[in-house]
């Protein structure tokens, strides 16, 4: 079964690039085929962290139109069942997409022939990740610890479960004039919390406002710890999960703990993934562990924008996994492992 799934940060530098290609090397491996979508218009670097020269046609050109499918742009990454689709490097000026050709790329991502369709995106909080981010239940947000990282990445939920309650309103609703008026006017610490809002304008418009929250309660963020030092480092994770919860009504699952590791910076000099470079680091090894959790997981992703009927099932088994999780200190539990 097809799973999308998208790598978002909040702060930009964090590690989502390393990441994507780590990750998708690391679930090739696992025998699945990969396809690795560089979404980070305007800034595209992907192809670099593989090895890959600068020369190929990319999303640049699906956006422009001069290339009609993305199965067209598919580019060999020289390892067995892992592709990647670049981004705008020859073909600019897509930094600021319109809702109709995200809407296109959700589309044709989900044609791609592949088990896994791993989408690094820009860093920010910017619709044009935030809408990429939300087209799956279950992205990834990767964090480093440190407070501004924790402090963007709340900031990047906090956008990704507003759009998705204004997306559930019609243009030119009412609903969706209140939503807009709620962000409009609210600032942090005074008022209504986002969670109160939705859950007030759901018991006064309960028609659309009860599929709004249901929308709402399916996003499950899967949070990747980048760059721990210590153990220690978990507690921010942990601090995001309250707030969220409390503030936004989101449940997180932790699903990374990875570790600080020179060899990064080495394999990305070296423009190959440090995964093929030494599988034994600290860093190759977490990926791996990311890897097969991932792998593991039970829950598919239909782009919730393109949802049918399926949507239901997805919701439930969004809800069950946020059960499994609860109450337990996963993260510290990650970091334990990854410090053995
Ligand atoms: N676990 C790690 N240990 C040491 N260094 C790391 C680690 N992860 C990332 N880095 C360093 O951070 C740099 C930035 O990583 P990367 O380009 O993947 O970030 P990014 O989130 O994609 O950035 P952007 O937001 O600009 O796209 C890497 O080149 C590497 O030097
Ligand atoms: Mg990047």
């Given at each position: 079964m097809q799973r999308i799934l998208p790598i978002a940060s909040g702060k930009g530098g964090v590690g989502k690039s390393v990441l994507t290609a780590n990750l998708g090397l690391a679930l090739a491996r696992a025998g699945k085929t990969v396809v690795l979508v560089d979404?980070?218009?305007?800034?595209?670097?992907l192809h670099t962290c593989l090895g890959l020269r600068n020369r190929h046609a990319g999303l640049g050109s699906f956006v422009w139109k001069a290339e009609k499918s993305l199965s067209g742009l598919l580019v060999e990454t020289g390892f067995e069942r892992l592709w990647l689709v670049p981004?705008?490097?020859?073909?600019?000026?897509?930094a600021n997409l319109e809702w109709n050709s995200k809407r296109r790329i959700l589309k044709e991502l989900s044609k791609l022939p592949a088990d896994f369709i791993l989408l690094d995106l820009g860093a920010g909080s910017s619709y044009n990740v935030v809408d990429f981010f939300v087209a799956a239940p279950s992205g990834l947000l990767v964090l480093c610890p440190e407070v501004t990282s924790v402090l963007n990445a709340y900031s990047f939920l906090k956008t990704a479960a507003f759009r998705i309650l204004h997306r559930s309103f019609p243009e030119g609703s009412e609903e969706r004039a209140e939503v807009l008026a709620y962000a409009g006017t609210k600032t942090e610490g005074s008022g209504l919390s986002f969670l109160d809002f939705a859950r007030g304008l759901a018991e006064r418009r309960p028609e659309r406002g009860g599929p709004a929250l249901e929308a709402l309660s399916r996003l499950l963020p899967r949070v990747v710890l980048n760059r721990g030092k210590s153990p220690e480092d978990a507690e921010l994770g942990y601090r995001l999960r309250d707030i969220s919860r409390k503030n936004l009504g989101l449940s997180l699952e932790f699903s990374g703990f990875l570790l600080e590791d020179p060899g990064v910076a080495k394999s990305v000099a070296a423009r190959r993934p440090l995964l093929d470079l030494d599988a034994s680091s600290p860093f190759a090894r977490g990926v791996q562990a990311l890897a097969t959790r991932l792998a593991q997981a039970p829950e598919a992703s239909p782009p919730l924008a393109t949802e049918g009927p399926d949507g239901e099932a997805e919701a439930e088994l969004a809800v069950a996994a946020a059960g499994q999780n609860e109450g337990e200190d996963e993260l510290a539990r990650l970091a334990a492992e990854a410090f053995a």
């Open positions: 979404l980070d218009l305007g800034a595209s670097n981004g705008d490097n020859l073909l600019p000026g897509t």
